[in-house]
């Protein structure tokens, strides 16, 4: 089973081009397959979702991250 926070390769690269809100983080706004945006979406690395807003629990795949821009 793959982990459920790893975001795709081809987001991993767009996030390595974004700035980074604090040291190894990238804020924003996930855009799913379905068309719904999540805010104040936390990755780290360019590669692991740790946080969603104040919140630890993650309740989507990011399987489904299509898009992501700027917070």
Same mark, same amino acid.
């Given at each position: 089973m793959a982990n459920q926070?790893? @975001?795709s390769a081809q987001i991993q690269e767009k996030?390595?081009?974004m700035?980074? +809100?604090a040291y190894g983080?990238?804020?924003v706004i996930a855009i799913l397959d379905d068309g719904t945006r999540i805010d104040? @979406?936390?990755i780290a690395w360019a590669r692991e979702i740790v946080k969603v807003?104040? +919140?630890t629990v993650?309740?989507?795949d990011a399987s489904r991250i299509v898009?992501?821009?700027?917070q």
């Open positions: 926070t790893i @975001v996030l390595q081009l700035p980074e +809100s983080i990238n804020r104040d @979406v936390q807003g104040k +919140s993650i309740t989507f898009d992501v821009l700027l």
